[in-house]
């Protein structure tokens, strides 16, 4: 079976490098979710250099659920999204929510599996991202995202991922 994110070889599953770490039940099922969208640049530098855009109600719906992870220096935008759960997630996950100008509105540097986080009544979407890869400085409510085409080679800053106590 082929389907728009890779085909299949004997059960396996071969995805755009870096996205998912274990084949996941849409891409088996030949649905695809999610569409590459570009950069996110904050003050004209790379923010963020693999974004992903969610697809339809479905995909807006579904997020990052079901994944075993989520790569550093990628996030996914939903679009029309003031509160995002992390309800049966299995990790935890970085939100910057933005208005209808892209000027973020609220940061969230760390939501654990089973908790829910509200952007404000200024939000209209939301990038989701892996925990702790993004360092807070970087992350200015105010300031303005843009998006580029294309994907950067590395991400802007790396920052080690928070420990458990």
Known sequence: ????????????VERTPGVASQPWVWERLGVNLMQPWGM?????RVLIPHVFRARGPLGRAIGLLGRA??????????????????LGMRFPVALIFLDRD??????????????????????????????????????????????????AE????ECPPRRSS
């Not at 996110?40 to 004209?44: E, I, K, N, R, T």
């Not at 590395?154 to 800053?157: D, K, S």
């Open 1 to 12: 079976m082929a389907g728009p994110v890779g085909r299949s070889t004997r059960g396996a």
């Open 40 to 44: 996110a640049l904050c003050d004209g």
């Open 69 to 86: 992870s989520w790569p550093a220096g990628y996030a996914l935008w939903i679009e029309r999204c003031r509160a995002v759960h992390t």
């Open 102 to 151: 892209h000027r973020i509105v609220h940061w969230v540097p760390y939501l654990p599996p089973w908790r829910i986080a509200f952007g404000g009544a200024d939000a209209v979407g939301v990038l989701e991202l892996a925990e702790g890869w993004l360092a807070d400085h970087l992350v200015r409510v105010g300031a303005r995202i843009t998006w580029s085409p294309g994907r």
């Open 154 to 157: 590395a991400p802007a800053q």
